[in-house]
């Protein structure tokens, strides 16, 4: 399918499928295997300027938005989810500061963001909140010129590499939800700490840690957008990262896909290649059907952001919803191309299935999506018949 | 530090494909690139502009569209592209082509070191090089696997790749080095670069243009003569064992000993 | 003026030069040729029209030297830590070749300190004469010396061919060579032949990665300069019947002061790096899948007494030192026996080691190109192939 990329967004899907391709996928399983974090693959990005795509050019950036992110993590995924997702959960991390930070901010981070020099990365979940993210406990008490955080953020991608990092709290827990704010706090910071890696079944490239505060001061000026906006800075980054994932989740598939094709015509069964034989041809068939469409509806959804629409909380949802589902059937399917091969772990479609997973949990697990769909459309419908 | 680095624009033989039937390359679609050796001179050019400050200019010898491989140089971190670009140019074999590219590095009043890569995969010659540097009447250092050092007085050592190990040179700049793939990893072009790539004066010139003598260039400046162009026969196809790993091995051992081949068994080294 | 140019009359439209257009340079237009910038002017095309002779290139070449001055062969007995290089009796040997049909003198060019005692064996080999400059100042790898000295007694001697080494040291002394003396060079030839008529030296070498083959000459200026490829060429054999031959002392030519300083040499282990002399070559790819099982690669080669290569995509993962690689860009090889172990074959590779004797693939997948140019295959697991053979070779 033709999305009729303008020449710099081309440039922009070239250069990222040529660093996928050459320098990602040599290290993929290597990678999966020792669980480190892909610090060399992050400093090429860096240097190809591929961490600004999405920031502003007055800040160093190349001005684009959630289409040319979406692009950029659509390639790396059919590499290496892991690897894209360290890309990706910076730029979540990224997303609140171009949105709601100040001019001091912006100039403070958003350069440094833009060369990969730093990372970020973005603290919402805790032990106990997850899907419902009101019930975080982690407090920031204003104490004269400063912020002191105490609590424990946990799953954070990124988290223990990110340099700054964008952190949900209780600023007053007299108000509850409205009484929460958005604090950035920089790696370094006393009283701030990194906990236990995880151990996870898929995006291992990625590192996934707690956050620690404990009687953490950070200076008054980290604040971001106002007291009390902590969750609609969650809210509104999450509009516009949610494409992302879904990027990832087409990524991951189309790799799975091209990887699938590519071994059907090289397995030979019965003297000829597996792709000669129907029951192969309509299951890539399927494949590749369901990869453009949630390609189609991640895209469309990227633009509609990008394009200053309003609400998209819905489009934002379905197109997460949708690739999710979609990456998550694909790999199975591309394991069982590969047959008893696909299960192997010298194979690579076995590790784009593990990675697969873990798209239709997180940013709001694909069932959190299908309530915000049906509210939508039931808000939607109330306001019709008004 | 004012750095050259002479590039070659090749056809890219990784997707270069053999006809089966007619024993021949298939070369539709092959796309041109820039010599992948040069890419190790471009870097190592880059990097040493980052060190010691200076600029980096490339230097090519072609047709036209050797404009694609000089701009895609200045994506990698190249500052300054100039092409030397004439009829009378073509048809050079080394001696011309060292002649030519010289009297462009004279041109532009010269540099403290030159770079390139060992050899074009095309030609596979590695002759320019030394080439280039006989006629600036500067040294030359083939095969350099990794630079050390510039020291403030202006000498540069290097390590130099043999069969059987390396030597440390030392050598007073300017110089002339080609190097091998060891020595550095090239970086991936910026999107940025990219751009700057694409708005990049790129200054052509002539033979007009060049100090030179015209009897030297081109075909005319080309000593040696390409009087025939083949294929290698084909191999013929090989004799493939499959079974049983004790049996094959036998098998294949059997073989070579029979075609006089010295691997004894139970003898060995 | 010198040009390409398609005599329409005689063009029948057949479209083999375009087959044979190694740069995409020509088309068909209207049945005929038509030959586009593209045209390095390298001469394939004309080639392969030779039966219709529809295309010709026009060429005159700057005045060189009086061809008629240059008589006899020289070649360069390049040498390392006091011994004559491996190369040197195959460089001798293709001189011989040539000498039958040129019937004319066969001199070495010996330049170094303390080489004296290997002039005995350059002319054991049938070299009728040594021109030689013995000088402690000259260091060994203090090549632009080399090359000015070997220019010097090359003036003075003006034999009409000159050839050396394909080696490090031989491709980055003959090229200053050439060009301070403004003559031919043609780089790593794989067969050298007189043509008997014209006497002149036709040189084949491999380009475009060995896919193609290009037969070089070098009409109108001398000596006619050639590097010849390491393993290639028969080596000479040491005369019994005590051949004559004598040793030129050419003490008389000044002696250059080097611009490069050597600092020190650093030997890597040859018995398993030196691939480019090594008679049997064991190499291992992708397939080993982990750096650590490189052991058993070593082991096959220690077996045989042989040195351990390596593909790309293996050195590329890190598993093993650069110096290991062969390919297009790593170093062209050419044993006795080479045998590639999980590796598949990608043409890169196959440009490094196409040329050995003897070429023994092992691999699982029975469809890996690297079986179209293996002369055994073993289809087959390398973890049972490997060790299977070091057993049988050992014998245990």
């Known amino acids: 399918m033709n999305y009729f990329l303008n020449e710099e967004q081309k440039e922009i899907q070239n250069l990222a499928r040529k660093i996928a391709k050459e320098k990602i996928e040599p290290l993929a399983l290597e990678y999966d295997e020792s669980q480190s974090f892909p610090w060399e693959i992050v400093k090429i990005l860096g240097q190809s300027d591929l961490f600004g795509v999405f920031i502003p050019e007055e800040y160093g950036g190349l001005g684009g938005g959630v289409f040319e992110m979406c692009l950029v993590v659509e390639e790396l995924s059919s590499a290496c989810g892991g690897i894209a997702l360290s890309y990706a959960a910076s730029a979540l991390g990224t997303i609140p500061i171009i949105l709601f930070g100040n001019d001091e901010q912006k100039k403070k981070y958003l350069p440094r963001l833009a060369t990969g020099e730093i990372i970020a990365a973005f603290a919402l979940t805790e032990p106990d909140a997850g899907s419902d993210a009101a019930a975080i406990k982690t407090q920031a008490k204003l104490d004269g010129d400063h912020y002191v955080l105490n609590g424990t953020k946990q799953w954070i991608t990124n988290g223990g590499e990110a340099f700054i990092n964008t952190v949900i709290c209780i600023t007053d827990p007299s108000r509850g939800a409205r009484g929460s704010s958005a604090i950035l706090v920089e790696k370094g910071t006393p009283g701030f700490e990194g906990g236990k890696k995880e151990n996870k079944m898929g995006i291992r490239a990625s590192a996934t840690r707690e956050l620690i505060f404990q009687d953490c001061k950070v200076p008054k000026e980290n604040l971001l957008g106002r007291e009390g906006q902590g969750f609609l800075v969650a809210m509104k980054t999450f509009d516009q990262s949610r494409p992302g994932v879904a990027a990832q989740a087409v990524g991951i598939a189309q790799g799975a896909l091209d990887k699938a094709v590519a071994y059907s015509r090289e397995r030979y069964q019965k003297g000829q290649p597996i792709s000669n034989f129907q029951g192969v041809q309509f299951m890539l068939a399927d494949m590749a059907t369901q990869v453009e469409a949630a390609r189609a509806l991640t895209l469309q959804a990227a633009k509609t952001i990008d394009g200053g629409e309003k609400n998209v909380a819905k489009i934002s949802s379905m197109a997460k919803l949708f690739a999710s589902d979609t990456a998550m059937k694909v790999t199975t399917d591309a394991v069982q191309v590969f047959g008893g091969y696909g299960y192997m772990k010298e194979y690579p479609v076995e590790k784009m299935m593990r990675d697969a997973k873990i798209t239709q949990i997180y940013e709001g697990t694909n069932q959190i999506q299908r309530e915000v769909i049906a509210l939508q459309l039931i808000k939607e419908s109330v306001r019709r018949k008004d | ?269 | 003026m010198n040009d390409i140019k398609v005599i329409v009359e005689k063009c029948v439209g057949c479209g083999l030069c375009i087959k044979a257009c190694p740069y995409v340079a020509i088309s068909l237009v209207d049945k005929k040729a038509v030959i586009n910038e593209k045209c390095t002017l390298c001469g394939a095309c004309v080639d392969a029209c030779k039966r219709y002779q529809a295309i010709v290139i026009t060429r005159t070449t700057f005045s060189g030297q009086k061809v008629a001055a240059y008589s006899g062969i020289a070649v360069l007995a390049e040498h390392r830590h006091d011994r004559l290089s491996s190369i040197v009796p195959e460089i001798i040997g293709a001189a011989k070749v040539l000498q039958k049909t040129l019937n004319k003198k066969l001199s070495a060019i010996l330049v170094g300190k303390n080489v004296k005692h290997m002039a005995g064996e350059i002319i054991s080999y049938g070299v009728d004469e040594v021109w030689m400059i013995d000088n402690p100042k000259i260091d060994d790898f203090a090549e632009d010396v080399h090359a000015s000295l070997v220019t010097d007694i090359l003036l003075e001697k003006k034999p009409e061919i000159f050839l050396g080494g394909g080696t490090v040291m031989g491709r980055s002394l003959l090229p200053r060579v050439a060009a301070r003396l403004l003559t031919g060079l043609t780089a790593d030839c794989t067969e050298l032949e007189m043509d008997p008529e014209a006497m002149i030296l036709k040189q084949t070498r491999p380009a475009f990665g060995g896919n193609i083959m290009a037969t070089i000459l070098c009409k109108n200026h001398r000596p006619q300069m050639a590097t010849v490829r390491h393993k290639v060429m028969k080596p000479a054999k040491k005369a019994d019947d005590g051949h004559e031959g004598k040793i030129v002392e050419m003490d008389y030519i000044d002696i250059p002061d080097s611009q490069v300083e050597v600092l020190e040499f650093v030997k890597e282990d040859t018995n398993t790096v030196n691939i480019a002399d090594a008679d049997f070559i064991v190499s291992g790819g992708r397939g080993l899948r982990d750096p650590k099982n490189f052991k058993l690669i070593e082991e096959l080669a220690q077996a045989l007494g042989g040195a351990v290569g390596a593909s790309r995509a293996a050195v590329d993962a890190d598993w093993i030192p650069y110096s290991h690689q062969v390919g297009q860009t790593g170093k062209t090889v050419n044993p006795k026996i080479y045998i590639a172990c999980g590796i598949s074959g990608a043409i890169q590779h196959l440009a490094g080691m196409k040329s050995s004797d003897i070429i023994i693939a092992i691999n699982n997948d029975p469809n890996a190109p690297i079986f179209d140019v293996a002369h055994y295959g073993i289809v087959g697991d390398l973890f049972e192939v490997v060790p299977e053979l070091v057993k049988q070779i050992k014998g245990k």
């Open chain 2, 1 to 269: 530090m004012k750095i050259i680095v002479c590039i070659k624009q090749v056809p890219d033989t990784t997707n270069v494909k053999i006809n089966p039937e007619t024993n021949t390359l298939v070369r539709e679609g092959v796309e041109s690139i820039i010599n992948p050796f040069d890419m190790y001179a471009i870097e190592e050019a880059v990097r040493l502009k980052e060190k010691y400050e200076g600029t980096v200019t490339a230097l090519s010898m072609g047709p036209p569209q050797v404009e694609s491989a000089l701009r895609e140089s200045v994506s990698l971190g190249v500052d300054e592209i100039y092409l030397l670009s004439d009829r009378a140019f073509a048809g050079a074999d080394t001696l011309a082509t060292a002649y030519t590219l010289a009297a462009g590095i004279n041109n532009l009043e010269g540099a403290d070191v030159v770079l390139m890569g060992k050899q074009a995969i095309d030609g596979d010659t590695g002759q320019v090089g030394p080439g280039v540097a006989e006629n600036l009447g500067l040294p030359h250092i083939t095969d350099v696997r990794k630079i050390e050092e510039i020291d403030g007085n202006g000498y540069m050592t290097v390590q130099r790749l043999l069969e059987d190990g390396y030597v440390r040179l030392k050598v007073k700049l300017p110089a002339v080095l080609t190097v091998v793939k060891e020595i550095n990893e090239p970086r991936m072009p910026s999107l940025k670069g990219k751009m700057r790539a694409k708005s990049k004066e790129m200054k052509v010139w002539t033979a007009a243009d060049l100090d030179i003598d015209k009897e030297r260039i081109g075909l005319s400046g080309s000593p040696t003569w390409v009087t025939k162009i083949f294929t290698p026969p084909k191999p013929k196809g090989g004799k493939i064992f499959q079974g049983e790993t004790r049996d094959t091995v036998s098998e294949l051992l059997d073989e070579l000993v029979k075609g006089g081949i010295p691997i004894k068994r139970g003898g060995g080294k």
